[in-house]
Nanobody, 121 residues
Framework: QVQLVESGGGLVQAGGSPRLSCVAS????????MGWYRQAPGKERELVAT???????NYADSVKGRFTISRDNAKNTVYLQMNSLKPEDTAVYYC???????????????WGQGTRVTVSS
């Protein structure tokens, strides 16, 4: 069984710099891409940032220059450093991992349960 557990959310003032973490645990043979998505109230879930196993990153235009995604492959962990937060960054942030489990060639997508980030002005 694979689990993704996020942490680091909460109430933050505008301009703040929290860091989110997501740890993947369980029966995992390899993790391809990991990423962060968010869903604001009344809106669809959207991509925030992704990082491949090789370290290539991709960001939504709305967070470029403010957020930084990184990962520790040895710990199966992905981070999201968020700087210069704005009220419009308020959302539930979800971790996603594309991974393989032992004995099966296919890749699977797993999601965390989400961590809420509320930015006050």
């Amino acid at each position: 069984q694979v689990q993704l557990v996020e942490s680091g959310g909460g109430l933050v003032q505008a301009g703040g710099s929290p860091r989110l973490s997501c740890v993947a645990s369980g029966s995992i043979s390899s993790i391809n891409a990991m990423g962060w998505y968010r869903q604001a109230p009344g809106k669809e879930r959207e991509l925030v940032a992704t990082v491949t196993s090789g370290g290539e990153t991709n960001y939504a235009d709305s967070v470029k220059g403010r957020f930084t995604i990184s990962r520790d492959n040895a710990k199966n962990t992905v981070y999201l450093q968020m700087n210069s937060l704005k009220p419009e960054d308020t959302a539930v942030y979800y971790c996603k991992a594309v991974l393989k489990v032992p004995g099966i060639a296919a890749t699977y997508i797993y999601w965390g349960q989400g961590t809420r980030v509320t930015v006050s002005s």
